[in-house]
Nanobody
Framework: QVQLVESGGGLVQPGGSLRLSCAAS????????MGWYRQAPGKQRELVAS???????NYADSVKGRFTISRDAAKNAVYLQMNSLKPEDTAVYYC????????WGQGTQVTVSS
């Protein structure tokens, strides 16, 4: 059974930082491309950042220079370091694993507000 469990969300002031974690189980982690998506109220889910099985990263233009995605094969985990957070980053953040099909976590809420 595949499980992706996100953690690390919360309430943070503008300009602050958060680190999201996603623990994966039930997959051969090293073979999967991993990603973080987000969905704000009334908006479609969008890609935030991705990292391939080989370590190549990709970022949405809106987060370039502020967010960093990384993965740890020893822990079967993927992370999203978010710095200089803005109110428009407020959303539910979802972990994604993809190879022949996509798997999703349940999401973690990130709220950026003063």
């Amino acid at each position: 059974q595949v499980q992706l469990v996100e953690s690390g969300g919360g309430l943070v002031q503008p300009g602050g930082s958060l680190r999201l974690s996603c623990a994966a189980s039930g997959i051969i982690f090293s073979s999967y491309d991993m990603g973080w998506y987000r969905q704000a109220p009334g908006k479609q889910r969008e890609l935030v950042a991705s990292i391939t099985s080989g370590g190549t990263t990709n970022y949405a233009d809106s987060v370039k220079g502020r967010f960093t995605i990384s993965r740890d094969a020893a822990k079967n985990a993927v992370y999203l370091q978010m710095n200089s957070l803005k109110p428009e980053d407020t959303a539910v953040y979802y972990c994604n694993a993809h190879r022949f099909r996509a798997y999703w976590g349940q999401g973690t809420q990130v709220t950026v507000s003063s």
